[in-house]
């Protein structure tokens, strides 16, 4: 049985990040394990058959698992917008009880970005005095902008960068095992054997960074092994798909604007999340339900802008569980959609009146996601979800005119579970010894930067205890 001195199992962003930091310091028995393919062997759904050709991605129709398994993480195809702000995607400066902390850990990971190829181009940081002029007419629709520094690498840059990464791990002798699931993880010894559909390695230290794919996995796994978790948020809401100049003023500004507002009936936060210009809506396909999301390209462009808007749900007693919660409301809503996500026109959903294919025909926004069953998403998401995101698009009509006509596109379900969160301390250590933890799929990020940014403080931890 081959034995490491650490054990990573996931190798999206937290994963990759980690074993960055673990091979500076001088560690190269290290195990970087995936379920998912390499870079190049992983499909995209939707880059063009010529980019496909130059990046050598196969590009073979709709092969979702490939979206977020595989090296690179969920990541891999993503618009590769990654933001350096330590209050968006994660809570990093709770997580290390210091901002200034966290803006230095933000910063070293920015550098490794740079060394790994993200060119001087892709740095936006938003211009002060019209940052300001779109946060005084957030302020006066009761929203709260967040203009966070963004790396804008796009979905090409994103591989590129992914695999610059990879090959300097394995020419530092990074062990780089894919198609290889982890079913398994216990104690041996003074160290960890995990039990893999490849066979069985054995490990000295453990960090686990499944994402949000392996979340359901990572709870079972810390059930099994007495790893302190909490229940955490869910967010869940519908992704918008409106013309590209309805959001073009603010986006020609900020790349990625973060709004944040609480609704006037119940209280609730809803927040813009991941606007994707000129891109388009994809779907996810997890285990049972179907899921949508959003993404854009550098050289491929569509006529709309999309985004999503979330609303934030926290259960207490007796149903703490927001994963279960999260997964009924997908499942459900994959139900009505006939195993596809839900697309309504805006003005139907308002109106508590179906969508139909003539109807998103008549709309004057096209589709970029046509996979799709017109429905109503109203029967899907729950009452509050849907007064609450109707609120938010109603509001946010003030500072972007056009957000709300009744022309613009509804896709359901949108859902992040960040549900499980694990219990840990800020080297990112369980309350097992020996088990480190990353990334979405515990809880810990809600992005690229998150993910990455945990992954590099786990693989300290990790250094600190060897
Ligand atoms: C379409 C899309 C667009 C996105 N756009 C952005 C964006 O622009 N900016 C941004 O910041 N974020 C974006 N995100 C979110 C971002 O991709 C995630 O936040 C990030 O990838 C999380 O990193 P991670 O390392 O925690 O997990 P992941 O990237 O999910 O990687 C986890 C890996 O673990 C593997 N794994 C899971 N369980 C096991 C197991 N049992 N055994 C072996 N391997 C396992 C999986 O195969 C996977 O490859 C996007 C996500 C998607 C899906």
Known sequence: MSRFDVAIVGAGPAGLFAAYELVEHGLKNIALIDAGRDVRKRYCPLLKAHISRELGISCAGCRPCHMLH?????????????????????????LLKSYSRAEDVIKYFDSILVKFGAGEDSLRIPNPELVKEWERKAAKAGAKLISPPQRRLGTEGSIKLTENLVNYLLSEGVK?????YVEDLARSGSGFKLVTSSGSIEASRVLLAPGRAGAAWFSEIS??????????????????????YVMEPLVSVIDDPKI???????????????????????????????AVNGMSYRDIKSRNTNLALLVTVQLTDPLEDTVEYGRQIAMTATKLGGGKPLIQRLGDLVSGRRSTWSRIDRSSVEPTLKDVTPG??????????????????????DVLPGLASPQNLVYAPEIKFYSVRAVVDDSMQTNIE??????????????????AVTGILAARGILKTL
């Open 70 to 94: 595989g090296v690179g993480g969920a990541g891999l195809f993503s618009s590769g917008a990654i933001n350096l702000h330590p209050l968006v995607g994660g809570d990093l400066a709770v």
């Open 176 to 180: 780089l095992l894919t198609n290889t």
């Open 223 to 244: 059930k099994k092994l007495g790893i302190h978790t909490v229940p955490g948020p869910l967010d869940v809401g519908v992704r918008l798909e409106v013309p590209d």
């Open 260 to 290: 944040i507002m609480y609704t006037k009936t119940y209280d609730d936060k809803v927040r813009t999340f991941c606007v994707n210009p000129r891109g388009f809506v994809v779907a996810e396909r997890y285990n049972g339900y179907v």
């Open 376 to 397: 109503d998403i109203g029967m899907a998401l729950p009452y509050r979800v849907v007064k609450d995101v109707v609120e938010a698009i109603d509001r946010l009509d």
């Open 434 to 451: 020996g088990i480190f933890v990353a990334g979405d799929g515990v809880g810990l990020s809600r992005g690229i930067n998150g993910a």
